[in-house]
Every structure is written in structure tokens, then in C-alpha cells.
């Protein structure tokens, strides 16, 4: 297993960035665990100071410490994305499993449901949901949300492999010796599913975040809750660009893109390598 | 000679392979001689992995890299037209290719573009090497399509609109139609149930008659090759080990493995155990050094371990590669098959 | 052709049925909210003003009536629908008293206009050359390519559109970065108003473009190299088949079927980024009218636009869905 990682970072140069980028955000917000201030509250430190030794981010026009802001951010916007990459692993597992392998009406009616929640947009539904909930719309609700519409695509690609697995031998002699449904996925068919399972959480992290982030700068979440997101929308509600406080959307955006970009290696090239025909075709073969 | 279409001298073609860190050449057809005539069927016979594959992809000129001719020639003579595949310009192999060399591929299953219906894949594959257009071509391939037994209107077909034995007749119809001289049909059989197979087959042999061309037949079946092949090629480890006209390779084998290969065959009404051979193909990579057979071999010496033993004749036709060939003899008694012409 | 249309047949009661779910969830949303939109309306109204009780209890009434909260629940599912056929979804607050609807259909066609524009160019550039990235593995040029795709790919939408916007607005100023067409110009079917449409539209579409293209572009990519890898295409080199009808008819044909079921997938996920395209440049679209609604605590058009987008989506997918049989012949057999 250790090996396996070690050649990937020397060999997979996608990776390797990937890892670095990640590493160096999620140490960055592992940080905001030690921050020295409390990072809701404003008007702590002189406003609008660019970047210095005493204030590394500089600080906004809030009188915030843009370091820790950005610390608190990033680690509130990463774990709201890992919470919902979480749930809807865990929806698109339970659904895509069971779709393939029990098939018949339970799998019709899953992939309608499947194909109604494809069908609509999220964010038009998601604004509606800031519309009728307003300030109760905290950052678990909004992950709650969030999860169940982020399962769809992942439920098909796993049910297509629950419907390979279903015909195959091994499932087969497992029905034949008496073994129950749930046990048969859970522990026969799970472990050729983690490949998908894997790949796919790290993409539905990028495109939960990236969805907060959208409905943030538009002041659709909950602005007092530091993440990505809302130090944008505070940016701008500041005109932070006209003004000349230019560390203030230059650094939130620069972290941002390095975590997605960094994330998205890390998901290509982990696909890539689980992939054994890529894996070949890098060879020449 | 002009009786000869082809002529492999000394052919070797590796996979040379350098990746994370690791170096490796596998040695999938190491040093091959031999030449196949005008008109006539001639097998090839060998276990998996023993390289087989990878010498037809040579001849077909289908090999990439990473795997490379590192050394010999293949040189084809046809009409007017000669062209060693070794160090052939593409524009030549072009030339040369379904005009006067086909293939016809294992697993009629896949090789038909699904989206594509069956006329526009036989004018992608044979417009051009034809020659012809419009009503000419047309009435070529109408015509074609007679004489392999099937009906006009699956031109409009789909493949998947066709039955495993339709779709294995229009492959070998697509590899013929350009009436080239040199076919080489790879596992053409395997995965058809009987009934099929004897289809296929004969339409081949009526083919290669009507046209005069040869065909190159792999296969691992023995039986088919009893059937059908005027000579057969032995391939183990990469290396041709005998080869010779059909039924003298069947009734007085020349090499220990041939003789396995032969004694495998069923015999209606014998309840004696097949013999088998003890151990596997050796890994092309890492062969074993001297005669390739020789840990298997029940007749190895001293000498099978250092030794390579060349092609020696040993009757008319007859080419074999052991230091034992005289010591060969046939396992069980072969019975003749039924079909096989005396 | 029979079976043809018994395909269309199903898909268009599928549809249906997703319109159907669709809006009653949007329904749902809006009308199980702890806050009344009757409360809300009116905190709008009387926030900075000095009204006369009774003139609230009046305005109140007056919205109760229109919004018809007092009624139960199903009751007013009952109505919605009732009133949603015939297109009727109530006046809008923001631009009271408008119908809701007229200023939607209004909006429609310059968001479907962008979006359609942004998408065929994605989907048509993105693919072209992902797919020749994926056939020759070894072209510089298509590689480059690839890395860009890759650094662009994962950046959100806001972010490149602001980027443009900062570049062409201010550092090169060539491109207008506002309003759907100049103000100075009346619409109507005359080539000064489509060619400033066109201009208009020019960055918004470039932000779509820029980020969506990258997805495509790899995926097709890897889709064509495993496609390269089928027996067919072997053969069809093998038997020195012309190189431009291998790779459209053989691979690219092929490998467009799953893309193509791709596509269908993720249009629920590009109306998220037209919203943040549209505030950006405000554009006067389906995006800038929900948030400008949403801003104005307008329920009767947040609810308009939500039922619009989920019809529009439902549909497209549909048509998608539609040209699915006219490029793979097996599925008609279905």
C-alpha cells in the first residue's frame, strides 16, 4: 500500500502536485485550530493594512486578521465540503448498490427518482431554500442539502458496476451458500465499488465548495460563518477592488483555486492510476 | 523461387519496455526462418503466450511500439510487388494492405463498428484497395456476398441486427473481397460452437480454393488443423520447433512437443488418460537458457540445457529443432480423422 | 419508425412526470417555510415608512387574499396548479403589478440564448479536441492543451468571470461589460440590435466557455483512449482504412454516445453558473432575476423563476434524450 503511494508520487507527477497543493491548505487550516483570535468577531486589529511581517495576510476592512480569517475559512469551507461528500458517498452507495444488484421495481423506481433529482437545476433550489429559511440557513443545514442532490450521477456509475458484479460468479456462490443481500454488498461487492467511491468524493467536494462559494458571493448563506465564500461576499459588499484592498479578494481567490486545483489532481490521477487500461496506455502499451 | 509469397529470415521482434524504473524486454518471437508458398494453407500452432500472437501481428505489419523488429526481414513477393514489412515506408504498406495482405480477426463479436452499418464499413475497408466505384464496385461486392451464402440486404444491416455466424461470414467476406493473396486468419474458430465452426471453415478452404491464395491459419486447436492445413508451424517460447506438411507432423513427429500436442487429440472410444505435460509456457522475458522446451521435455540431456539446437531437415519439408529427433515418437497411434483428405 | 416513436412516447411521459415532481418539490419549498411570505412582503414595505395600523392590517389583508395563505395546504397546491396552466403565477412585488411570468418569459430568452451559445461551443470545441488528444497521444500542442483544461477546469465560475471582467473592463477596455445590448439601442429584429446583443454577449459566454470547456475536453480525451482500444478500430487500422473516417466515424461516433448522455446530466448544473455570469455582467437573464427577486423578498417570482428553470431543464433534457436513437442504433432496438 505504502509502495503503491510512494510510486505514484515519483512517477505520477500530478499527484505529487496534487499532494503538495492539498497538504500545504489543509496544514494551512489545521492552523486556524491555534488561532490566537476569535475570528467572528470585527474591528479587532487596524483596518485596510496591506501585507506585512506583523500581519502576513494583511488585514480587511472589517478590522480582521486576514491569516486566521483565511485559516477558519479554509477549514470550515473544506469541512463542509467533506461533510457533504460524505452523505452523499454514503446516499449514492446505498441507492447505486442496491439499484444493481436487486434490480427489477426497486431498481425502476430508484433511477426515476434518480433521473427527477438529475432533472432539476440545484440552484435555483437552492436559493429558494435561502428565500423561505433566510438566517436559519446554517452551514450543516445547507450540507444537508446539498448531499442530497449530490448524489445522483455517482448512484448510476456505481449501480452500472453492481450490475456487472451481480452476474459474476463469486456473487453467485455467495447467494448459493445462504448469504443475506446486505451482507453480499456490504462485504463482497463494497471493496470493487472504492475505486468510484474514492475518485468521485474528491470531484464532489470540488463542486460543493464551489457551490457555496457561489451562493456566498451572492450573500445566500449565512454571511457571519467565515469561510471562502462569505470573505468574497464581504470583499465585495466592501468594494474591496475599487477601494484598493486587493489582498482581500487576490488571497481568498489564489487559496481557492490552489485547493480545487490541487484536488482535482489528486481525483484525475488517483482515477487514473485505479484505471489498469490508463496505467497501460502510459506505458506505450 | 517465385512459388514462394513469403520469406521470414531470422525475424526477432521484442517488447522493450522501460517504466517506473524498471527495464524489460519480453523476447515474444526470437529468431523465426521460414517461408510460406503460393496456394497453399499453412498453421500455426502453439500454446498462449508462446508468442504466436505477436509473429502474425509482424506479418500483418500491425505491431507498435512498444514492441519493435530488432532484427530479419519479412519479405512478401506479390504480383509485381515486393515489400519487406522490417523496413517498409508506410506508404508501401499502404500499398500492400487488404489489396493483397489481409487479416481476419479473432472475435466477430467486436470487430464490426457498431454504429456503422455493414455497406459503409465494406466501402471504408475495400473502396479504396478496389479500385472501384459506383456500379462496378457495387456489383463486386453484391457478388462476393453471393458466393459467401449471404443475402444482399445486409449491407443495411447493423451488426448487432446479425447472428454470431452472419457476422463471422461478413468478417471473412470483408478480409476477401479485394481476392488478396495473402490472408492470415487469426483464431478464426474459437468461441463458435461446432456447427459454426465447420461453416466457417469450409467457407475458408472454398475461398483459398477459388482464389489461389494462401492462408496463414492460427490456431491451437489440432484438429482444425488436421482439416485443414496443407503444413503446419510449431511455435513455442518465441521460436518456430518443426514444421512440415500435415500428415507427417500428425503420424511421425519430429519433436517431443509436437508429439504432446498431437496425443491431445480425443479419440472416440479410447478410455485411456491423456498424457499431459508437467510444468507451463515459459515467461518470454526470462527464458530458459539452451533448447526453451527442455524443463518440460520428457527426452531433455546435458546437452538441451546449454545448447540451442538449430532447424535441421530431416525429411522432405520436414524442419525440426531438437538433438533428439531421431529418440521422437508418436504417444498413441493417431486415428484418421474423419474429413481429412488421404 | 414505430419503435421510434414508442421511444419518444415514454421518454415524453417521463418528462411529464420530472415537471411534475419537479415543481410540486419547488411548491413545497417555498410554501412549507416557517416564514409567511404575507410577513415578509409587508416588513418590506413598511420598513421605512410610517404607516397607519390600520392601512397594514389592510395591506395585509390585501396580500393574504392575493397570496391566499389562509387556505390549507392542499388547497392551495390545487390552486397553484390550476393557475400555473394557465401560465398565471401572480403580479411580482418587485415590479408590482406586473405578472410574475411576463417578466420570466421576458428574461427566458436571453438566458436560453447564452446558455445554448455557451454550451454548443463547449461541447463541439471540447470534444473535437479532446477526442484528437486522445488519438494522438503524443502532439505537444494537445498535451499543452490538456494542461490548460486541467488549470481551468476546477476554478468556479464566479471567479474567471470576475477575472474577465477586471482584464476587459478596466486594464483593455474593448468589450462592454454590462446590460444585454447597448442602451442607446431599441429592440427589435434590426442588425444594429443583434450585433450588439452579440458583443454583449461575447464575455459572458467567454466565462461560460473558458470554465466549462476543460470538462469536456478531458473526459472526451479519456473516453476516446479507451475507445482506441476496441477490436473494431484495431481492425479498422489493421486494414489501413483512411485515418480521418477512423477517427470520425470509428472513434469519435463512439465515443460520443456516453458524452452525449453526459451532456444531458450536467445542464442542472450549468444554470448554476449562468446566475453568477448573469450578476457579474449583469446580463438580463433568468440568474439576475432570481436574485433580484430574491433581494426584493418577491415569492411570486422566486417561485415563477424556479418553476421556469426546472421546466427548461426537464425539457432540454429531454430533447437531448430525444437525439440519443438517431446516433446509436441499439438503443432504438430497446
Known sequence: MFSVFRDLIRYNIEFAIGLVLVSIIVIFALLSFVSPVDTTLIYLVPPDMPPSWQYWFGTNSRGQDLFWQMSTAMRNSLTFGIIVAVLSRIISLTVGLLSGYVGGWLDRVLMFINDIFVAVPIFPVLVLFYFVLRNNLDSLTLALIMACFGWPFDARLIRSVALGLKHREFTRHAVFAGMSTPKILLQEHLPYVMPIVFSTFMANMLWSIGLEVTLAVLGFTNINNPTIGTTLYWANNHSAMVVGVWWWIVIPVVLLVAAFIGLFLLAVSMNEYIDPRSRLRRMGA | MSEDLLKVDGLKAYYQMDYFGVTREVRAVDDITMTIRKNEIYGIAGESSSGKTSFIKVLAAAIRPPMRIVAGSVKYEFKGLSVDVADATPAQIEAIRWRHLSYIMQGSMSVLNPLRRIGKTFEDFAKKPLGLTGEAYRARVLNHLERLKLPADVLNAYPHELSGGMRQRVTIGLATVCHPEFIIADEPTTALDVVVQKEVLGLIREIQQDMGSSVVFVTHDMSVHANMTDRVGIIYAGRLVEEGPTRQMFFAPRHPYTAHLVASLPRIGDTTQRPALDGRPPSLANPPSGCRFHPRCPLAIDKCKTDVPPLVTVANDHRTACWRWQDVKPLVAPQVPHGVMA | ?334
Open chain 3, 1 to 334: 419508425m414505430q419503435g421510434y416513436l414508442w421511444f419518444v412516447g415514454k421518454r415524453a411521459l417521463q418528462l411529464l412526470a420530472v415537471i411534475f415532481f419537479g415543481v410540486s418539490a419547488t411548491f413545497l419549498v417555498t410554501h412549507l417555510s416557517p416564514i409567511s411570505p404575507v410577513e415578509s412582503a409587508l416588513g418590506r414595505m413598511t420598513a421605512r415608512s410610517n404607516s397607519a395600523p390600520e392601512a397594514v392590517q389592510a395591506m395585509r389583508e390585501a396580500l393574504t387574499a392575493m397570496y391566499g395563505v389562509d387556505e390549507p395546504i392542499l388547497t392551495q397546491y390545487a390552486n397553484f396548479w390550476g393557475r400555473l396552466v394557465q401560465g398565471d403565477l401572480g403580479p411580482s412585488m418587485i415590479a408590482f403589478p406586473t405578472p410574475a411570468m411576463t417578466l420570466v418569459m421576458r428574461a427566458l430568452p436571453w438566458t436560453v440564448g447564452l446558455l445554448t451559445t455557451s454550451i454548443i461551443i463547449n461541447f463541439l470545441i471540447g470534444n473535437l479536441l479532446g477526442a484528437l488528444a486522445g488519438y494522438n497521444q503524443n502532439s505537444r500542442v494537445l498535451k499543452g492543451f490538456g494542461v490548460i483544461a486541467m488549470g481551468l477546469q476546477p476554478i468556479p465560475q464566479y471567479i474567471v468571470a470576475f477575472i474577465l471582467l477586471i482584464i476587459f473592463g478596466f486594464v483593455w477596455p474593448v468589450l462592454p461589460i454590462s446590460g444585454g445590448f447597448a442602451m442607446n439601442v431599441t429592440m427589435g429584429w434590426t442588425w444594429q440590435f443583434v450585433g450588439s446583443v452579440i458583443v454583449h454577449s461575447i464575455l459572458p459566454a467567454a466565462s461560460l466557455v473558458l470554465v466549462g470547456f476543460g470538462g469536456w475536453f478531458l473526459g472526451m480525451r479519456a473516453l476516446v483512449s479507451n475507445v482506441v482500444t476496441e477490436d473494431y478500430v484495431t481492425y479498422a487500422e489493421l486494414a489501413g482504412v483512411d485515418r480521418s473516417t477512423i477517427v470520425g466515424g470509428y472513434v469519435i461516433r463512439n465515443a460520443l454516445v456516453p458524452q452525449l448522455t453526459a451532456l444531458a446530466m450536467t445542464l442542472g448544473g450549468v444554470f448554476s453558473g449562468t446566475v453568477i455570469v448573469e450578476q457579474v455582467f449583469n446580463y438580463p437573464g433568468l440568474g439576475s432575476l432570481l436574485i433580484d427577486a430574491v433581494g426584493g423578498g418577491d415569492f411570486s417570482l422566486v417561485l415563477a423563476v424556479g418553476t421556469v428553470s426546472v421546466t427548461a431543464v426537464a425539457v432540454a433534457i429531454f430533447i437531448i434524450d430525444l437525439l440519443h436513437p438517431l446516433l446509436d442504433p441499439r438503443v432504438r432496438a430497446e
